[in-house]
């Protein structure tokens, strides 16, 4: 969620025009699957204190309704500006999970989530995470598994040698 203020005008047109006072722009998934932004402006006649509450009914009426909160637990709207600490602990995100399969090599057994951006070479899942889902029984080792449903995968980032927020590994799955 991001809620902004503003007191200058712009010129759009010829005309002048006012900025709202506030704003809120936040993202949603839609219960069909779609990453939407929604984007309310404070009124003039609107205390700050009013806007606050308007917006809150808003995130609750789209809750209510079958939306779910895009990257409610990162703290940020996408886009924003990350935490750059090297664990990515504070940086969840989301992404529509496609299927899991058991990673090749390595001293520990892992797990790899594809889907989204990360259809390619997934993120890192550890089996405690599976375990916690309720899925774990459910997964063939020998084959990339496919949900049943519909699974979003949080995952945090990590700071790269590059300096580049990178896909750390994947927290929590949950059905959607």
Known sequence: MHL?????????????MQEARGSYNGYFLSPNGSKDQFTLRQSDEQSDKE???RVKNFTKL???QGWAPWEAAAGHEPGGPQPANGSG???????ELESIQLAAGGE???????GGNFKKFGVTCWPEVLEAAGIVEKLDPMKENKPKGRWLARYVEREN???????????ELVPG
């Not at 005008?9 to 010829?14: I, V």
């Not at 520990?108 to 594809?114: A, F, G, S």
């Not at 040698?161 to 927290?171: C, I, S, T």
Request: proline fraction near 5%; hydrophobic fraction near 40%; charge should be neutral.
């Open 51 to 53: 806007f606050i509450l």
């Open 89 to 95: 602990s504070a940086a969840q995100k989301a992404f």
């Open 108 to 114: 520990h057994p892992r797990w790899v989530v594809k």
């Open 161 to 171: 040698d590059e300096g580049r927020l990178v896909p750390d590994k994947v927290v």
């Open 4 to 16: 902004g203020k503003s007191n200058s005008a712009d010129k759009w047109n010829g005309a002048d």
């Open 62 to 64: 789209l809750e209510e």
